[in-house]
């Protein structure tokens, strides 16, 4: 549980490990993004391939449909027109080998203002700050402190897909972690290429948010760097700023939103106070819930406890936890064309919080009545998934 390193020591909370329940082992190494799978696609001949390629391709070009529901021309065009914010985003600094939020922070055009903010209360100021959040789009708002364990030892330059150094250009303190809900509706469809707009609109309004709040910490006189995928791992960082908990499915599962959340995050100096972890019983209830894995179509989620286990090269190294084979899951991916979210779909958590049915299964997954939970939802089954047709009619209700 202990890391007898360096990284430890630079973390100021020594005892966020035990509030998260992360298990962390001496073996630990910072995880290299060469080795993600959106990035060896390009360079390792194990991974790409000619369907690799066309997956991507198929982001790029003007969208060629199929007979299948879900897979026609209209649903490719939503989206790519939802990613459509993000993809020009994220190519403004390709002749750099910075593909920004993905494989490199987001650079930010505003100075940061000579004279600082004074702030006498950090606990009103956050309260303050995190709605001024909320106003630009975020769903979720966490703080918690710079952990650069989670920071990849190299970042990847996008020309020849090398890695570089990721040695970050300011001095910082917190991390703000922000939550984008996606779309139920969409993400019942999945998997298909109309539900994937849900991940692209969310996208997109991440680099939107992402930007104008760092303009707003920039203008207040503090540092602040933006962030999506890129430069550090979100997940560990959002459930220790408090945002969700870990599951099965190696998503952070929120008690707002379930596991429909993508994540972006900022790093700053500003004075801010953090958040604590949240133990809600949704890691409890995923010891015992193995939907997500009898879902899988390739079967890359595993069946049984957390585990150290190396998959392949895509998995980091001494951590213990629940990992995905990567290979296999990106694979399946290239094969529709789209990415897979069949394991967001089917998860219990993937519900409306705001019924009652809703409130009443989160009441009971944080109680010592978690059993019933888990006895409703296996009496209830894997959810079916919702006939993308049926989605472009209700438009018309």
Known sequence: MTVN????????????DEDTGFKISSDFERFNQINDMFSRAFWDDSVRTKLSDAFFDSHRVQPKGKKAPGFRQKDFALRNAA???SDTFSNRGAENGTREGFQSWME????IADEKLHIENVQEYTIEFKQIAKLFGADLIGITALDKRWHYSKRVDTREFIPVSNELPGNYSHVIVMGHAMDKDLVDTYPSALASSAAGFEYSHEAAIVTQLTTYIRSLGYEALGSMNDTALVVPYAIQAGLGEYGRNQMVITPEFGPRVRFSKIFTNMPLTHDKPVNIGITKYCTQCDKCAVACPPKALP??????????????KGVKKWSAD???????WTKIKTDCAICMRVCPFNRDFETLSGKLFMLLVDSPLQFLALWWEKKKGIAKRAKPDMWWQSLLK
Do not use: M, V
Request: aromatic share 8%; with cysteine; hydrophobic share 30%.
């Open 5 to 16: 390193n360096k990284l430890k020591t630079e973390h100021t909370d020594l005892h966020i």
């Open 83 to 85: 990613w459509a914010i």
């Open 108 to 111: 930010c055009e505003a100075e």
């Open 303 to 316: 069946l049984g406890p957390p585990s150290t286990e190396r998959l392949n090269q895509s998995t980091i």
């Open 326 to 332: 990567c290979e296999k899951c990106f694979g399946y």
